[in-house]
């Protein structure tokens, strides 16, 4: 095999970073291109006029290439400008927080990063981990000095989902794979095929200042429609939620919608 690459949306700080890169390593040749800081929240976004520097940076033995760019920066500068060959597969994470629900999977640059891989024509899977429950708690606790047992631990479970694919093949028809698991799921928790829940969120800025604000995300999840064989059904259950994602994807639409919007020729605005 080629390569995998790996990028993250939580930077090149991030405490699951290393652990990750650690046990994908075992697995096979690796690359990794990561922001230069945590660039959560900014979906699939490239950056447009300002310049990206890159820096390289080896820690523990293993190599890293850290831009001031977005995650989808760091895959489309890992396929196609810093190395020789593209790699077979663009991994992503592993997130400090879920990305479980259409409104996270769209905001979620983890995800967003995978989504470039899609676009590249590569198989892409975002990992991601946290609490069904309480995410700002866990987080305080995840991003601290004191987690590394954590995440030594998510990143076997994650490896582990990832070997699994390998051994079967990426699934047909799949443009990214969104692997989530609660943070006190282990190898022995139960794995499922998801479909991906229609849910969203509410307020996230709050103004501290009149006319300024920040993000200061406090609500929970909103929900629209059955949350059966979803994955924020298996996530509150404590099992791993594997939801395939088909982007190139449009829905059908009523009949009376159909006559009233479409039209064989355009007509003038004079009637002509």
């Known amino acids: 095999?080629?390569?995998?690459?790996?990028?993250?949306?939580?930077?090149?700080?991030?405490?699951?970073l290393l652990p990750f890169a650690r046990?994908?390593?075992?697995?096979?040749?690796?690359?990794?291109?990561?922001?230069?800081?945590?660039?959560?929240?900014v979906g699939k976004a490239i950056t447009r006029f300002d310049e990206i520097s890159v820096e390289r940076i080896v820690r523990e033995g293993i190599e890293f290439f850290v831009a001031d760019g977005y995650p989808a920066d760091c895959t489309q500068l890992g396929v196609y400008s810093l190395?020789?060959?593209?790699?077979?597969?663009?991994?992503?994470?592993?997130?400090i927080g879920l990305n479980q629900g259409l409104g996270f999977l769209l905001?979620?640059?983890t995800v967003g990063a995978?989504?470039?891989?899609?676009?590249?024509?590569?198989?892409?899977?975002?990992?991601?981990?946290?609490?069904?429950?309480?995410?700002?708690?866990?987080?305080?606790?995840?991003?601290?000095?004191?987690?590394?047992?954590?995440?030594?631990?998510?990143?076997?479970?994650?490896?582990?989902?990832?070997?699994?694919?390998?051994?079967?093949?990426y699934?047909?028809?799949?443009?990214?794979?969104?692997?989530?698991f609660p943070h006190d799921a282990g190898l022995d928790s139960p794995r499922r095929i998801t479909s991906l829940a229609k849910v969203g969120y509410d307020n996230i800025f709050r103004e501290h200042e009149p006319g300024r604000f920040i993000h200061d995300f406090k609500t929970g999840l909103r929900?629209?429609?059955?949350?059966?064989?979803?994955?924020?059904?298996?996530l509150r259950s404590g099992g791993v939620s594997i939801t395939p994602i088909q982007l190139a994807?449009?829905?059908?639409?009523?009949?009376?919608?159909?006559?009233a919007l479409e039209r064989d020729e355009r007509i003038s605005e004079s009637g002509e």
Not at 23 to 37: M, N, T
Not at 223 to 228: E, F, K, P, R, V
């Open 249 to 259: 994807h449009t829905s059908s639409v009523p009949e009376t919608l159909r006559l």
């Open 223 to 234: 929900m629209s429609g059955d949350l059966a064989g979803s994955d924020v059904e298996m």
């Open 23 to 41: 046990a994908l390593s075992k697995v096979g040749p690796l690359k990794v291109v990561v922001p230069a800081q945590e660039r959560s929240w």
């Open 114 to 169: 995978a989504a470039e891989g899609w676009i590249a024509g590569l198989p892409a899977i975002a990992f991601s981990t946290g609490s069904p429950f309480d995410h700002r708690t866990w987080a305080e606790e995840a991003w601290s000095d004191a987690s590394g047992t954590f995440w030594e631990s998510a990143a076997a479970l994650a490896v582990d989902v990832l070997a699994d694919i390998l051994r079967t093949g």
């Open 1 to 16: 095999m080629g390569y995998f690459l790996l990028t993250n949306d939580d930077g090149i700080d991030s405490p699951a």
């Open 171 to 180: 699934p047909p028809g799949v443009d990214v794979l969104s692997v989530n």
């Open 107 to 109: 905001s979620s640059g």
């Open 83 to 95: 190395f020789d060959a593209k790699p077979d597969m663009v991994l992503s994470g592993i997130n």
